[in-house]
C-alpha cells in the first residue's frame, strides 16, 4: 500500500510509470478533530467511535470537499521573514540524477517554487546592498594601456587588423558588476520571464510583481552575461550570507530550463523528481503567522522547534513583558486523515511535551500548568480571509473540553480556485 506521508511531488514507481502527488485538503480532517475535540467526556463506547471513524472515511474517500493548496502563496508568507526563511533548507528534495518526468505546467510545482524562493533571497540581498568586489574587464583602449596587454589578442584583433593605436587590455575594476552579481541577474532575467507567463501560480502578480519591481533598479547597469565555469571559483563573505544560497537555487532554475530562456513559456515541461514536506511548510507557514500577528515579538519569543532529550516542541511561546506572563506550548498537525484514536494520542503528545522539566523551567516560570494549543489545517470557506494572523490574545478562544487547558486552533490556508 502506497502513503505520501504528507509530502506532495512526483516520482518514478517503475521504469514508465511515476506517481504525482498533488497538494489536496479536504475539509473531513478538520471537521471530525472540532467535532471529536468538542465532546465534553472522553470515554464514548466503541460503537460511537465505530461510527465517527466511518464518517470521516466516507468524507475523504468522496472527496467532495478536496481543495488545491495554494503552496506558492504559502511560500510567500515563509519568505517574507528572515528568521523563517532560514529553516527552508531541508523544505525541498530534488533528485537531479533521476530521468525527467514529463509533465504539463500546470503540474509543475518546482519551478515556482524555485523561482519564489530565489526572488525572495534576492530581494534580501539588494535591501542590504549588491556585493561589491573586484573582477576583471577587457577593453580595446585607444592611445593608452592598463593593466596588462593580452599578447594574443592584441596581434588578432588590432594588429593584423591595422590599427596600432588600439590596445587590447585586461585590468581590475572595484565595484558591482561582477561574476556574482552578473549571475543573479541572468536567472532574475528567466524569473520574470517565468512569472509573466504563468498565470496559473502567480495569477494574482501583487505580490510577486512587487518583489521583481523592488529588485530591478538594483541590476539595471549590471550585465547578464557570465560563463558558468566561474561558478566552482565563487568565495562567499559571511557579511553577504545570502549568495550563497541565491546563488545555488539559482543553478537548480536554470538546471531546469536547460539555460534557455524560450523555455519559460513552454506548455508541456518536463521536470526531475522531487518532493516538499508539506508538514515543515505548515510548520513555517503558522511561524510567518505568529510574526505577521505579534509584531511586538521577535523570532526568539516563539522557540521553534524547542529542543528537549528525545523530544522536540514545534514552538514554545514566551513573553516574559507582557503583564500575563505567557508561556504556551503549540503542536502544529498537517494531517490529511484523522480518526479517534490519533486525536485524542496528538492531545495527550501536547500535554506531554508541557511537563517536561526543561520546558517548566524556560522563563517565564509558572506555578500553574501550562497550556497547550494544537493548530491544525482547515480549506477556508467561500468568502473567508485567507491570510491567517496568529495573534497570541487570541491563541486560546476554543478549548478541548475533555482535556484541562489544551486548546485547539483551525488555520485557513490559502487556496487555488
Not at 513573553?319 to 505567557?326: G, L, M, P, T, Y
Request: proline residues 3%; charged residues 25%.
Amino acid at each position: 500500500m502506497l502513503q505520501s506521508d504528507y509530502f506532495i511531488g512526483i516520482d518514478w514507481l517503475i521504469q514508465d510509470r511515476f506517481i504525482h502527488v498533488e497538494p489536496k485538503l479536504n475539509s473531513g480532517p478538520a471537521d471530525s478533530f472540532e467535532k471529536i475535540s468538542s465532546k465534553i467526556e472522553e470515554d464514548i463506547t466503541d460503537t460511537e467511535i465505530g461510527e465517527l471513524n466511518e464518517e470521516i472515511n466516507r468524507s475523504i474517500e468522496n472527496g467532495e470537499s478536496d481543495k488545491e493548496v495554494d503552496i506558492i502563496a504559502m511560500l510567500l508568507e515563509i519568505m517574507s521573514h528572515a528568521e523563517v526563511a532560514k529553516h527552508t533548507n531541508n523544505l525541498l528534495l530534488i533528485d537531479w540524477e533521476a530521468k525527467e518526468i514529463p509533465i504539463r505546467q500546470k503540474q509543475d510545482l518546482l519551478t515556482p517554487f524555485l523561482i519564489v524562493k530565489f526572488l525572495k533571497l534576492l530581494q534580501d540581498i539588494v535591501r542590504k546592498g549588491l556585493k561589491k568586489s573586484y573582477y576583471k574587464v577587457t577593453e580595446n583602449l585607444n592611445n593608452r594601456v592598463k593593466g596588462k596587454i593580452l599578447v594574443g589578442e592584441q596581434i588578432k584583433q588590432n594588429i593584423f587588423k591595422n590599427r596600432f593605436t588600439n590596445t587590447l587590455c585586461e585590468y581590475q575594476v572595484f565595484g558591482e558588476d561582477s561574476d556574482e552579481n552578473r549571475f543573479l541577474k541572468k536567472v532574475y532575467l528567466f524569473c520574470t520571464q517565468y512569472v509573466e507567463n504563468n498565470n496559473y501560480f502567480f495569477k494574482d502578480k501583487n505580490n510577486i510583481g512587487w518583489v521583481i519591481n523592488y529588485i530591478r533598479p538594483a541590476f539595471d547597469k549590471i550585465g547578464s552575461e557570465v560563463s558558468l565555469q566561474v561558478l566552482k571559483h565563487f568565495k562567499y563573505s559571511p557579511f553577504f550570507k545570502e549568495y550563497k544560497e541565491a546563488i545555488k537555487i539559482g543553478q537548480h532554475i536554470l538546471k531546469k530550463f536547460s539555460y534557455n530562456i524560450t523555455k519559460t513559456t513552454e506548455d508541456k515541461v518536463s521536470t526531475p523528481p522531487f518532493w516538499i514536506d508539506m508538514p515543515k511548510m505548515f510548520e513555517l507557514y503558522v511561524f510567518a503567522g505568529f510574526l505577521n500577528g505579534n509584531s511586538n515579538l521577535s523570532a526568539s519569543n516563539f522557540n521553534y522547534q524547542f529542543s528537549t532529550h528525545g523530544n522536540s516542541l514545534d514552538f514554545l511561546i514566551c513573553d516574559v513583558n507582557s503583564e500575563a506572563r505567557i508561556k504556551i506550548v503549540v503542536d502544529t498537525k498537517y494531517k490529511l486523515k484523522y480518526n479517534y484514536g490519533q486525536i485524542h494520542g496528538d492531545i495527550r503528545q501536547v500535554a506531554g511535551y508541557a511537563r517536561l522539566n526543561k520546558v517548566k523551567n524556560q522563563a517565564p516560570r509558572l506555578c500553574e500548568e501550562i497550556p497547550c494549543l494544537i493548530i491544525y489545517p482547515k480549506p477556508a470557506k467561500n468568502g473567508e480571509k485567507q491570510k491567517i494572523n496568529l495573534s497570541i490574545k487570541d491563541l486560546l478562544n476554543h478549548k478541548i473540553e475533555a482535556y484541562h487547558k489544551v486548546y485547539k486552533l483551525g488555520i485557513s490556508l490559502p487556496l487555488i480556485d
